[in-house]
């Protein structure tokens, strides 16, 4: 544990450092400021003690731990939930999260933080989401005899686990009353830990992108563009993607005239849509900006400036490529496979589970330049049998691995408020 200490010691340093030209470092500084007594005011004023507390890292966390949330909520609408967030891109986002009772930063995982933080929240039980793994406060749940899982998690053989210095890491997975994994393989990795407390429950995200096909925004303009026409979705897209695509358009416009693109970038600041916007001029295409609110759509490609709707979009769509796989990886698959779009995405995937399933399924296609993106796209346009195999298989695989949420929300239910 010393040296785990001294590099959270070392972290929060550097964190402190880079607060003083960096927005997001300063978010994450500034918002863990007086934490203890705005805990104890919180707590009090809102009579958390006993609460159930789940963390997530971020955002994409969140989305894992909130169908588990939504779930007791619904199911135990009198239990407190309290959410922590690592970072600032979560609790930026979600800091009015309306089904949680309270929404904070985890005070950063040093022992005598873990010990207050309990000691003032006195949660009766503990969640976290898919990698938190945090010492100090794992061992501090066990000491106090607070029961502790971790959901929708995936063991991998890189991990510390695995690893010469990984010894406290290893111990710390025998903290937690259950741990519900993802996927076969990381119950096997957690028996070769000697970790017996491993349960295959699945991926919680399969139940949150079926809770939103299921009522997704209705979006007019979006519908009105993408009438009667084959729909590429570039769903937090990233330059190389969008090169790759606009190439491939260039080529396929001309012979299929009902070929339209929506392009939902990664970052929609200001410089990157204007990028974006540079690179269409070169190719001299015309396009509307969403955020300009056109009367009517009459150019076939639409640039998606503004954020909070991806997995809405995706409903109009006809095919989906997924932004990331010529960066640090993929974006998310499910959103768009859920209402049956086929999935194209660049060759960085193999981190991610669920990707690899879609190919072997023949409903996800990997490209590693505008040759092979133009020739799968060239399929789905010219042979709707093909499209349509492809579009079933998609839209039945997420339904197939449902249920993850029902499985942990009843192996929590002794602890749970009626």
Same mark, same amino acid.
């Given at each position: 544990?010393?040296?785990?200490?001294?590099?959270?010691?070392?972290?929060?340093?550097?964190?402190?450092?880079?607060?003083? %030209?960096?927005?997001?470092?300063?978010?994450?500084?500034?918002?863990?400021? #007086?934490?203890?007594?705005?805990?104890?005011?919180?707590?009090?004023?809102?009579?958390?003690?006993?609460?159930?507390?789940?963390?997530?890292?971020?955002?994409?966390?969140?989305?894992?731990?909130?169908?588990?949330?939504?779930?007791?909520?619904?199911?135990?609408?009198?239990?407190?939930?309290?959410?922590?967030?690592?970072?600032?891109?979560?609790? /930026?986002?979600?800091?009015?999260?309306?089904?949680?009772?309270?929404?904070?930063?985890?005070?950063?995982?040093?022992?005598?933080? +873990?010990?207050?933080?309990?000691?003032?929240? #006195?949660?009766?039980?503990?969640?976290?989401?898919?990698? /938190?793994?945090?010492?100090?406060?794992?061992?501090?749940?066990?000491?106090?005899?607070?029961?502790?899982?971790?959901?929708?998690?995936?063991?991998?053989?890189?991990?510390?686990?695995?690893?010469?210095?990984?010894?406290?890491?290893?111990?710390?997975?025998?903290?937690?009353?259950?741990?519900?994994?993802?996927?076969?393989?990381?119950?096997?990795?957690?028996?070769?830990?000697?970790? &017996?407390?491993?349960?295959?429950?699945?991926?919680?995200?399969?139940?949150?992108?079926?809770?939103?096909?299921?009522?997704?925004?209705?979006? #007019?303009?979006?519908?009105?563009?993408?009438?009667?026409?084959?729909?590429?979705? +570039?769903?937090?897209?990233?330059?190389?993607?969008?090169?790759?695509?606009?190439?491939?358009?260039?080529?396929?416009?001309? &012979?299929?005239?009902?070929?339209?693109?929506?392009?939902?970038?990664?970052?929609?600041?200001?410089? #990157?849509?204007?990028?974006?916007?540079?690179?269409?001029?070169?190719?001299?295409?015309? %396009?509307?900006?969403?955020?300009?609110?056109?009367? /009517?759509?009459?150019?076939?490609?639409?640039?998606?400036?503004?954020?909070?709707?991806?997995?809405?979009?995706?409903?109009?769509? &006809?095919?989906?490529?997924?932004?990331?796989?010529?960066?640090?990886?993929?974006?998310?698959?499910?959103?768009?496979?859920?209402?049956?779009?086929?999935?194209?995405?660049?060759?960085?995937?193999?981190?991610?589970?669920?990707?690899?399933?879609?190919?072997?399924?023949?409903?996800? %296609?990997? %490209?590693?330049? +505008?040759?092979?993106?133009?020739?799968?796209?060239?399929?789905?346009?010219?042979?709707?049998?093909?499209?349509?195999?492809?579009?079933?298989? +998609?839209?039945?695989?997420?339904?197939?691995?449902?249920?993850?949420?029902?499985?942990?929300?009843?192996?929590?239910?002794?602890?749970?408020?009626?």
């Amino acid at each position: 544990m010393i040296l785990y200490n001294l590099g959270i010691h070392a972290f929060r340093l550097g964190l402190i450092i880079a607060s003083l %030209f960096k927005p997001k470092a300063k978010l994450w500084v500034e918002g863990r400021k #007086n934490w203890k007594q705005n805990l104890r005011s919180k707590v009090d004023e809102l009579n958390l003690k006993g609460a159930t507390w789940l963390h997530a890292a971020s955002l994409g966390e969140f989305e894992q731990g909130r169908p588990v949330i939504e779930k007791i909520k619904k199911e135990y609408p009198d239990q407190k939930i309290v959410l922590t967030f690592f970072s600032p891109s979560g609790y /930026e986002i979600q800091k009015n999260y309306p089904l949680a009772d309270l929404v904070i930063y985890l005070p950063i995982d040093t022992s005598s933080n +873990a010990k207050q933080f309990l000691s003032i929240l #006195n949660p009766k039980l503990a969640i976290f989401v898919k990698y /938190e793994f945090w010492l100090n406060y794992l061992f501090q749940l066990k000491k106090q005899s607070i029961p502790t899982y971790l959901i929708s998690t995936v063991i991998k053989r890189h991990q510390s686990f695995f690893k010469w210095y990984g010894g406290d890491f290893r111990k710390a997975l025998k903290t937690y009353n259950t741990i519900y994994t993802q996927d076969v393989y990381s119950l096997r990795l957690l028996k070769l830990l000697k970790v &017996t407390s491993g349960v295959l429950a699945g991926d919680t995200r399969f139940d949150r992108v079926l809770q939103i096909c299921s009522s997704p925004k209705k979006l #007019n303009e979006i519908e009105q563009f993408s009438k009667d026409a084959f729909v590429v979705i +570039a769903g937090s897209s990233w330059q190389k993607d969008e090169e790759h695509l606009i190439e491939a358009y260039v080529r396929l416009k001309a &012979t299929h005239p009902h070929l339209k693109l929506i392009i939902a970038p990664h970052e929609i600041d200001k410089k #990157n849509i204007d990028r974006l916007c540079n690179l269409l001029f070169k190719y001299k295409l015309s %396009f509307h900006l969403f955020s300009d609110n056109p009367p /009517e759509y009459i150019d076939s490609i639409l640039v998606i400036n503004a954020i909070g709707f991806l997995s809405s979009v995706y409903q109009y769509g &006809t095919v989906a490529l997924i932004g990331g796989g010529f960066n640090d990886g993929i974006h998310n698959v499910l959103e768009p496979t859920v209402y049956g779009l086929p999935v194209i995405f660049g060759p960085n995937y193999h981190k991610f589970n669920e990707a690899h399933q879609i190919i072997d399924l023949k409903a996800g %296609f990997v %490209f590693n330049d +505008a040759d092979e993106l133009t020739n799968q796209l060239t399929v789905f346009l010219d042979d709707q049998s093909e499209l349509s195999t492809a579009s079933r298989l +998609a839209q039945n695989y997420v339904r197939k691995n449902s249920g993850a949420t029902n499985k942990i929300v009843d192996g929590l239910k002794e602890y749970l408020i009626k």
